[in-house]
């Protein structure tokens, strides 16, 4: 897309005084070239209305490929210099073809296809509709010439890189260290179940703590959660959670905790976890 479009608007800019005249007959492979472009265009919008954007993206890229094939194989830097004619045929049918993708691909990077159509001094009259209707300039005059995207060379790329290991070093940095080793025995031990949380209910004076009551399938037990900032109560009852079910009783605000809701948490968020299916309460976590 931006090879063709630099191409052909340089080329214009050279030969014809930036601008783009329609030819009084078309040659039939010009005729042919922009029939198949049209044809994609149809196939681009039921692409786009079934929400298939990477196909709309692919599709939209097989015009620009048409657009270098043709220039490429009108050869207008040889034809200008004894059948200009020729070569301005050439740039009018590619310059089509970069109005229709203005439009197809307005979409998925509208900056750049803006930008493409201030280079074609056009603004208004790029739509969907205009593009059904098949319309075309007589006559067109280009201005602010200058590449659709910027080069990207080694030096680029490598500051690039460079940004990315320097943030995924600041990302890792924040991890917690792992904790001692356990023995397998020492795991075992542990009891962990899904559970499901039938009622829960702020404690006075806290602002962080939740009492929460939950059903293990043959018990209901009461215990206290944290989690008072990151949720609401009536947004847990009914969760089935993970939670730590043989970890010795204690009392907190009052209230005798008996196990421990498990949750994964960061600096400034909290999330419970929950199992994947829906399995009954008292199911072993192994």
Not at 155 to 165: F, G, N
Request: glycine share 4%.
């Amino acid at each position: 897309l931006g090879n063709l479009a630099n191409r052909v608007y340089v080329f214009a800019e050279k030969y014809f005084d930036n601008t783009v005249k329609e030819p009084g007959v078309l040659s039939e492979y010009s005729q042919e070239i922009l029939s198949q472009a049209y044809a994609i265009c149809d196939e681009i919008k039921i692409s786009y209305a079934s929400f298939k954007v990477r196909n709309s993206l692919k599709l939209a890229l097989d015009v620009a490929r048409i657009g270098n094939k043709y220039f490429d194989e009108t050869k207008p830097w040889v034809t200008v210099k004894d059948e200009k004619s020729k070569a301005e045929e050439t740039i009018f049918v590619c310059a089509e073809l970069l109005r229709i993708l203005s439009i197809v691909f307005y979409p998925i990077i509208p900056t750049s296809m803006l930008k493409l159509r201030t280079m074609l001094k056009s603004s208004a009259d790029f739509s969907w509709k205009d593009l059904q209707e098949k319309k075309f300039r007589k006559e067109a005059t280009l201005q602010k010439i200058e590449p659709l995207f910027p080069k990207i060379d080694d030096k680029s790329i490598e500051k690039q890189i460079a940004d990315l290991l320097a943030k995924s070093a600041n990302s890792t940095s924040n991890v917690p260290e792992a904790k001692a080793e356990i023995s397998y025995d020492d795991f075992c031990k542990l009891d962990m179940r899904i559970v499901k949380i039938v009622n829960a209910e702020k404690i006075k004076k806290s602002q962080k703590l939740l009492k929460v009551k939950v059903d293990l399938g043959n018990e209901v037990r009461e215990i206290v959660s944290g989690i008072a900032e990151f949720y609401k109560p009536e947004e847990i009852v009914g969760r089935k959670v993970l939670m730590l079910i043989n970890l010795a009783p204690k009392k907190i605000m009052g209230v005798e905790s008996k196990g421990m809701i498990l949750a994964v948490h960061d600096e400034s968020d909290l999330s419970l976890l929950s199992p994947e299916k829906d399995l009954p309460a008292g199911s072993v976590v192994s």
